[in-house]
């Protein structure tokens, strides 16, 4: 078993250590790896867009790719040579260098404005969605202080917050 980078002296001293021994070990080991403390402390330099190495659990070996999505235990790195995802732990990513340079994250977009009551005039047509998120459309048949009444034209009415309405554009 000559698996490179790991220490010929280690290797010797478990290949004499029993089963159960082996088995505790790795207990341990797992549990030492889950820490979210440990996961804490490599994620806090990682960020989505940037080139990693990270070890492929079947071989041993260190590939590269880059990051392209980051949950609570774990990332998908996009290996660019074979184009495929790989969904690994934290703990397989080999940290970046001391004081390398994190880009700024860009600025976030502000927040769309909000469509209030004088964005709409009785008599147009608008569209929303129902409580089981079903699209329901209709013309405007009232304007009142906070909601619009709809007719979706199938002998209902609908109170709808402005908010919740989209213009439709009839081609």
């Not at 502000?110 to 409580?131: H, L, S, Y």
């Amino acid at each position: 078993m000559n698996d490179p980078g790991i220490d010929p002296r280690l290797l010797e001293v478990l290949q004499h250590a029993s089963n159960l021994q082996l088995f505790q070990l790795n207990s341990v080991i797992e549990r030492m790896l889950a820490d979210p403390k440990r996961i804490v402390q490599v994620r806090k330099d990682l960020h989505i867009g940037q080139t990693v190495r990270f070890m492929d659990w079947r071989d041993g070996r260190m590939r590269l790719g880059k990051i392209i999505a980051m949950k609570d235990t774990q990332l998908t790195v996009h290996e660019d040579g074979t184009r495929s995802s790989w969904t690994v732990p934290y703990t397989a990513v080999e940290p970046p260098a001391p004081g390398a340079a994190r880009p700024a994250a860009p600025p976030e977009p502000p927040p769309p404005p909000r469509a209030g009551r004088n964005d709409f005039r009785c008599g147009e047509k608008v569209a929303f969605e129902d409580k089981h998120l079903n699209t329901v459309v209709g013309t405007i048949v009232r304007i009142n202080q906070r909601t619009a009444s709809i007719d979706p034209g199938d002998g209902t009415t609908w109170r709808v917050g402005f908010a919740l309405l989209r213009h439709v554009v009839d081609i």
